[in-house]
């Protein structure tokens, strides 16, 4: 079908280059300060200004010709083949999916490698139907962002919707998203409480979400010393290495590295570093570099992360299914959640281990340690020469195989199928430990030799608290008796202190930091010894967690403070009423102060307003009337004239400015004084008469 549409299809490829300014990313400073700026006749200035220019700057927005003008279409309602594009750009996506299926993309089309590099990132699905032209709403937008950006809540604690009144109208599908990015303020609603899900959204509007989400673009190999003192940072170049700076959000590795390299030396990312590009080249972590979260969501290709020297890894989750991903390098959590995944320890050391996602296997390299692993699903395989301490597979990790020698291993009752070293069957609810050659288990006969296992002695963890303030951003710490207990943590919060406690998603590090989520609740941890430690025990909860409060200042165009309010996070400040300007009309506030986020100054607007000075010229010649704006230096009309009088000014002087209130003016006359003279041609003379 796509053969039989070639002709046509081609004959508009060549009409829509025309019409469409197409993707030109630079790959050098050198060539990008070649390329001249595109200036665009319908650029607006306002709100969403600084966004568009960001855009064209950074390759996201590139405009249309018509009629000879470069134009930008910012009111534009945005397409689904638009959206794809931008996003698409923004990561420096290379990778085209396979779109021969697909029916309603034509061939040679302008956007169709857009959408196969859509796919192909998976932040769209592929069928085979993809609606390129179709408006997209701004729940399909946030969506997309959502999946692009790696922002998905994991559990059922949704409540940052419940701010919204048409929260209900929200796809099923893509209520996890959302409510990720409303917690992280990617997504603020309307002032009347709504989300407005099904609206549309046009060109600026995006420009200016995607200008929200990410705030710098590095798209030139080299050294770089400083990034943005505030939000995201994304890099699409290999070969960029980040040296000696503070990262204020998140840190993106986008698709447009490909299989290359990217270094952080003695880089601080205070949020998240996501991983979706770069091969076994290395995400090279080392110096003084220390970094909380790791999200590894790479699709296309092997990706090894290598933590090196004295950098500080606390959490490495690996989100979507690689080829295969290499840890190097200490690492105080792993978490594999993707299905169908190898991820090998490669001289790594790694306290705790998870594994959520099926058909997962993990290879424990010689040389490498990892103190404890928890299995919950099915077909895990753990093998290596490397060192294992302890295993639990708990009920839903059925069929999981552990290779590793001298590894304890622990099966939850409603496990099946599991198997130790040597295909040893382990039944749920029973422990056993593999020889120190991984080919049987302690009480099964060795391969060879007369191996004797030695029983380590285990000590029980006797007691666990919880230190920290319980507000919202806070960071929570557990304190272990002995203190040189080790254990495996899950953190749990409850609306009542007694109460039936739930497990808080990816929260299994002995530190956590409160978030919204957790407003209104508490919070314990419950602990489970591992390697030579034993017990499980739960610490009392937490006082009633606070939620963060934020400042909003409401100002006037004078910079006088109106109103100062103290605004729980994710709430909506209200905004002073009655107010005035003389010569101005009020035009509402600089900002929107709904589901507040952060600190924030709101400013009022105000639009000058015109008047109009009248003139009646009391039967004199007419005088044009004077509109101005308020404030405006006046210049007086030419006086009126009048047959048989003197203009005497009027009754209301002319102000040198425009005031602010309309006036009318009248002309004043005095009577003209005229002479009569008498010529009596010799007579007697006759004496003039004036009046």
Known sequence: MRNFKSLVTRVLAVILSVLIILPSVPATAAESAKKPVLTFADMPNNWATEALENAVKNGLING????????????????????????????????????????????????????????????????????????????????????????????NYLDALDWFTDKSSISPNMRNELNEMVKTGYLQGYPDGTLRPKASITRAEFATIMNRLVQEY?????????????????????????????????????????????????????????????????????????????????????????????????????????????????????EVVADDIKVVANEAKIENGIITGENASLVVSKDSEVKTLNISADNVKVTGEGTLTEVKVEEKGSNAVIETANTKIEVEKGAEGVKGGGGIAISGGSTSTNNNTGTGTTGQP????????????????????????????????TVLSPASAVAAYQWQRSPSSDGTYADIQNATSGTYTLTASDADYYIRVRVTGTGLYTGTLNSNPSSLVKQKTYTVTFKDWDGKTLDTQIVEQGKNASAPSALS???????????????????????????INSYTITFDSDGGSSVSSIIQDYGTEITPPIAPVKEGYVFAGWDISIPTTMPANDMSLKALWTAGQYTITFNSNGGTPVQSITK
């Open 64 to 155: 249309y010709v018509e009629n000879g003008k470069n134009l930008i279409k910012p009111n534009g309602v945005l397409r689904r083949n638009e959206m794809l594009t931008i996003v698409t750009r923004a990561f420096g996506a290379q990778v085209i999916a396979d779109l021969s299926a697909v029916s309603d993309i034509p061939e040679g089309i302008w956007y169709e490698d857009s959408i196969g590099k859509a796919v192909q990132m998976g932040i769209t699905d592929l069928q085979t139907k993809m609606s390129p032209t179709k408006t997209v709403t701004r729940e399909e937008v946030f969506f997309v962002l959502a999946r692009a950006f790696k922002l998905k809540t994991t559990d």
């Open 218 to 334: 590095i798209y030139t190999p080299g050294e770089v010393e400083e990034v943005t003192d505030k939000g995201n940072v994304l890099i699409r170049a290999e070969g960029v290495t980040l040296k000696d700076l503070t990262v204020k959000g998140d840190l993106i590795i986008a698709d447009g590295v490909g299989d290359g390299e990217v270094t952080l030396d003695g880089v601080r990312i205070e949020g998240r570093l996501v991983v979706r590009g770069g091969g076994v080249n290395s995400i090279i972590i080392k110096g003084s570099s220390s970094i909380d979260r790791i999200i590894v969501s790479r699709v296309d290709s092997e990706v090894r992360i290598s933590v090196e020297g004295g950098a500080e890894v606390e959490y490495i989750y690996v989100d979507d299914g690689s080829d295969d991903v290499i840890v190097t390098g200490t690492v105080k959590t792993l």
């Open 446 to 477: 060795p391969v060879s030799g007369g191996f004797i296992p030695v029983m380590p002695s285990y000590t029980p963890i006797s007691s666990v608290s919880v230190s920290g303030t319980a507000t919202v951003g806070q960071t929570l710490s």
């Open 581 to 607: 300007r003389p010569g101005y009309t009020f035009d509402g506030w600089d900002k929107a102060y709904a589901n507040i986020s952060s600190d924030i100054t709101v400013i009022a607007k105000y639009s």
